[in-house]
């Protein structure tokens, strides 16, 4: 299903922003912008009746199968989340740290941030070739370009992976960009308020003690793009 960046986020009740309205984000494009340069998701799902909360690896196709894009994780067929997200009501949240907002008082500290949840009806992907495809698209999202680089998984490890698919239509965004809000009186008093920015960097990759071969370029590129 091809997706529009047209689509209104926050399209049901249960996505809708309530406290915060001045946080939200209107446009799906900067859903998408979000999703591309995160790392990791939390998933949400209630195993054995309590919630449980789990950091994954995903990837994105906007134009995967389900409304408005797809979301993949993926874990071990043996896994009980995972079995038990099948075919259920699952939340996943995203969310960029870009600053630690220092305000005059300590009801005003905040932080800057980029902040997604999309909830959904998870599904097991069955289909072999969009299970490939899902995969693939999560080791590039890590790597991109490193996909073509690596040979094809084995029967055995396909059979040990199962991919949970989740539509991208019931998603709402809020994002915060900015230094403290402070009460005049407070900033009068002359205490100092600010914004200590954060970015994620990486460090130079590190061959394995059996690695050959100079760093291959996808990781190169990778690595200073981080």
Not at 90 to 110: I, K, P, Y
Request: a negative charge.
């Amino acid at each position: 299903m091809t997706t529009t960046a047209a689509t209104p986020l926050s399209p049901t009740p249960r996505t809708t922003v309530g406290r915060g309205r001045n946080r939200m984000v209107e446009h799906r494009t900067e859903l998408h912008r979000l999703l591309a340069e995160a790392l990791i998701a939390h998933l949400g799902v209630v195993v054995g009746g309590h919630p449980v909360v789990l950091p994954v690896a995903f990837a994105v196709d906007l134009d995967g199968p389900d409304q408005d894009g797809t979301l993949y994780v993926h874990g071990s067929v043996a896994a009980g989340w995972l079995r038990s997200a099948a075919d259920a009501t699952v939340c996943v949240t995203v969310t960029e740290l870009d600053g630690l907002v220092a305000a005059r008082s300590a009801f005003h500290h905040s932080m800057n941030y980029r902040s997604a949840v999309v909830i959904g009806t998870a599904r097991i992907v069955e289909d072999p070739d969009e299970r490939r495809h899902a995969l693939g698209l999560t080791v590039d999202h890590m790597i991109p370009g490193r996909d073509a680089t690596l040979r094809e998984p084995t029967r055995k490890e396909l059979a040990a992976t199962a991919v949970l698919a989740v539509p991208l239509h019931e998603a709402s965004m809020k994002s915060r960009g900015e230094g403290p809000v402070d009460d005049q009186e407070d900033i009068d008093a002359g205490v100092w308020g600010g914004v200590i920015p954060l970015r994620r960097t990486a460090g130079d990759p590190i061959p394995a003690e059996d690695a050959s071969g100079p760093v291959p370029a996808d990781v190169v590129r990778r690595a200073a793009s981080l």
